[in-house]
């Protein structure tokens, strides 16, 4: 089992920014990549960033391309996303997401794919 808790969400305005924290127990965290989804209401989860085991592979949505960042920090069971530019269209509850770390598992995108899930952050980007 891996559990994971995510924290930093919270309400800003359209052009700031947020870094969102997930910390992870349970499993060797470096055995899995992570990733982080997001839920608005009435959407389905969708994917947001992957990052492999070591941090030095990702995969972004086109959608955040060039406005998030996501790293990890093995030694303390850490991944982080920094979001930066945010849109009133990035509102939504942030989900962080754990799945083993094959070779090309940080690229899923399917919420199905992974199989352990933290609880949720609410971001909120007003205008």
């Known amino acids: 089992q891996v559990q994971l808790v995510e924290s930093g969400g919270g309400l800003v305005q359209v052009g700031g920014s947020l870094r969102l924290s997930c910390a992870a127990s349970?499993?060797?965290?470096?055995?899995?990549?992570m990733g982080w989804f997001r839920q608005a209401p009435g959407k389905e989860r969708e994917f947001v960033v992957g990052i492999n085991w070591s941090g030095g592979r990702t995969n972004y949505a086109d959608s955040v391309k060039g406005r998030f960042t996501i790293s990890r920090d093995n030694a303390k069971n850490m991944v982080y996303l920094q979001m930066n530019s945010l849109k009133s269209e990035d509102t939504a509850v942030y989900y962080c997401a754990a799945v083993r770390g094959l070779s090309d598992s940080y690229a899923y995108t399917r919420p199905v794919d992974y199989a352990y899930w933290g609880q949720g952050t609410q971001v909120t980007v007003s205008s």
């Open positions: 349970g499993r060797t965290f470096s055995n899995y990549a």
